[in-house]
């Protein structure tokens, strides 16, 4: 059975940092892209970051770009999204994908809120 977990999400300041994370099972791991999307309310989910198989990253979005990073451990199958410098627009549920030719699997989402 196909697994995504995400977990490490929650409430906190601007300006501070989290650490998502993304625990697969079910699948070849090693073989996949994966990425982190996120979803604010009344907004379209949008692409956050993405690395491929042979960990070369990107980030999406201009304003996240500097702030978030991707990184994959493929031995742990597992895959991280550290964010630093957490402004207000960025609370949103976060999802991570993992996507292989015709294959694509989501995680249930985790919340995260930045507030004061």
């Known amino acids: 059975q196909v697994q995504l977990v995400e977990s490490g999400g929650g409430l906190v300041q601007p300006g501070g940092s989290l650490r998502l994370s993304c625990a697969a099972s079910?699948?070849?791991?090693?073989?996949?892209?994966l990425s982190w999307y996120r979803q604010a309310p009344g907004k379209e989910r949008e692409l956050v970051a993405s690395?491929?198989?042979?960990?070369?990253?990107?980030n999406n979005a201009d304003s996240m770009k500097g702030r978030f990073t991707i990184s994959r451990d493929n031995a742990k199958n597992t895959v991280y999204l550290q964010m630093n410098n957490l402004k207000p627009d960025d609370t949103a549920v976060y999802y991570c994908?993992?996507?292989?030719?015709?294959?694509?699997?989501w995680g249930q989402g985790t919340q995260v809120t930045v507030s004061s």
């Open positions: 079910g699948f070849t791991f090693s073989s996949y892209a």
């Open positions: 690395t491929t198989r042979f960990s070369s990253s990107t």
């Open positions: 994908n993992a996507h292989w030719r015709i294959w694509d699997y």
